[in-house]
T-cell receptor
């Protein structure tokens, strides 16, 4: 049973560029969330997708957007990258009808230079 | 979401039980207590959760006080691989059942050989 998988694992972007991160949820899960974790801090909730719609959103600007596909996989897009967007981006998945426990992937390390 | 308070850091000797406390004095009746841990540079790992009864699984035990204002995570026989940051999180339920996780700063547990 594959867990939550994310790609790429590491990437470097230049300030002002755009980035897309991808996530496949754990088998049987229909809800995907994204978190940002800056160095030395706990993960911060960005948004959550269920039934291909954004259901909840944290305190992040509109430069952060997402998408969920019919197979439940998801993408996180960040436009106009800033140096402060450098962080570990975590994808998490859960099921609305299987106990709701949230499981995390290993994350994508984004460095903005 | 209710806030939690955890010690910043703790040490525990290898082979002994590690007891990690968490205070959540403002928890409401329908909120669960979740524990995750994060080993350096990896995604958070789910450990255990509970509502009001004590819980045990293959990783740990969770003891919740009768008034639900505090809890203790117990790792019965700590190993060096248990060195990590441990997060205690109080989580409610959204309308469709998948409320986000709000991370604090956690407890940095170091297992001493």
């Amino acid at each position: 049973d594959a867990g939550v998988t994310q790609s790429p694992t590491h990437l470097i972007k230049t300030r002002g560029q755009q980035v897309t991160l991808r996530c496949s949820p754990k088998s049987g899960h229909d809800t995907v969330s994204w978190y940002q974790q800056a160095l030395g801090q706990g993960p911060q909730f960005i948004f959550q997708y269920y039934e291909e719609e954004e259901r909840q959103r944290g305190n992040f600007p509109d430069r952060f957007s997402g998408h969920q596909f019919p197979n439940y996989s998801s993408e996180l897009n960040v436009n106009a990258l800033l140096l402060g967007d450098s962080a570990l981006y975590l994808c998490a998945s859960s099921s609305t009808d299987r106990g709701n426990t949230i499981y995390f992937g290993e994350g994508s390390w984004l460095t903005v230079v | 979401d209710a806030k939690t308070t955890q010690p910043t850091s703790m040490d525990c000797a290898e082979g002994r039980a590690a007891n990690l406390p968490c205070n959540h004095s403002t928890i409401s009746g329908n909120e669960y207590v979740y524990w995750y841990r994060q080993i350096h540079s990896q995604g958070p790992q789910y450990i255990i959760h509970g509502l009001k009864n004590n819980e045990t699984n293959e990783m740990a035990s969770l003891i919740i006080t009768e008034d639900r204002k505090s809890s203790t995570l117990i790792l019965p026989h700590a190993t060096l691989r248990d060195t990590a940051v441990y997060y205690c999180i109080v989580r409610g339920r959204s309308n469709f059942g998948n409320e986000k996780l709000t991370f604090g700063t956690g407890t940095r547990l170091t297992i001493i050989p």
